[in-house]
T-cell receptor, first 113, second 114 residues
Framework: QQQVKQSPQSLIVQKGGIPIINCAYE??????FPWYQQFPGKGPALLIA?????SEKKEGRFTISFNKSAKQFSLHIMDSQPGDSATYFC????????????FGEGTQLTVNP | GAVVSQHPSWVICKSGTSVKIECRSL??????MFWYRQFPKQSLMLMAT?????????EQGVEKDKFLINHASLTLSTLTVTSAHPEDSSFYIC??????????FGQGTRLTVV
């Protein structure tokens, strides 16, 4: 019930492409869904987050799409750049639980020049 | 965003010794701090949650006597790996948050036990 499933495990796109990373969750009590970017040897950094009351959120080149009935959410990166090459993690939490984040397995994104 | 700093960034210690990792929130008071462990090419696994002034809550399977967590102030939490062994080698990451805000992550600490 606490798991968050993420796919794909790895993804290679050309510069300018739109990589899409998908996550699915089981626990309907989750009410906060962030995406993190992590470079090798660094801690994760928050990219964008969404709550279940909206179906889409955009911040710059990053967009989250959220499907509450399907218990799925995805990250789209517009006009991807080589500098976007990193590992991306989705996560979910329930505010009442003290915001313990449950992370997906991660997606290693490579954007080729 | 807020800044969370971990120290040291990397540490090598001998098997059987203890090592302490510090996590500081530099520009805000953190009501809650979290400690994660990450193996190469794997996800972050929550080890424990700590609130200032109270005992840490450990996740199932995490040995509380081996991974000592102290959250003595609103800006500092420490993780001590006691009697470290090579299998404890990992990337340890902390995060800190205030009430009703997002969590901010430290840069991580690479522990190598030889």
């Amino acid at each position: 019930q606490q798991q968050v499933k993420q796919s794909p495990q790895s993804l290679i796109v050309q510069k300018g492409g739109i990589p899409i990373i998908n996550c699915a969750y089981e626990n309907t009590a989750f009410d906060y869904f962030p995406w993190y970017q992590q470079f090798p040897g660094k801690g994760p950094a928050l990219l964008i987050a969404i709550r279940p009351d909206v179906s889409e959120k955009k911040e710059g080149r990053f967009t989250i799409s959220f499907n509450k009935s399907a218990k799925q959410f995805s990250l789209h990166i517009m006009d991807s750049q080589p500098g976007d090459s990193a590992t991306y993690f989705c996560a979910a939490s329930r505010e009442g639980s003290g915001s313990r984040l449950t992370f997906g397995e991660g997606t290693q994104l490579t954007v080729n020049p | 965003g807020a800044v969370v700093s971990q120290h040291p960034s990397w540490v090598i210690c001998k098997s059987g010794t203890s090592v302490k990792i510090e996590c500081r929130s530099l520009d805000f008071q953190a009501t809650t701090m979290f400690w994660y462990r990450q193996f190469p090419k794997q996800s972050l696994m929550l080890m424990a949650t700590s609130n200032e002034g109270s005992k840490a809550t450990y996740e199932q399977g995490v040995e509380k006597d081996k991974f000592l967590i102290n959250h003595a102030s609103l800006t500092l939490s420490t993780l001590t790996v006691t009697s470290a062994h090579p299998e404890d080698s990992s990337f340890y990451i902390c995060s800190a948050k205030r009430q009703n805000t997002e969590a901010f992550f430290g840069q991580g600490t690479r522990l190598t036990v030889v």
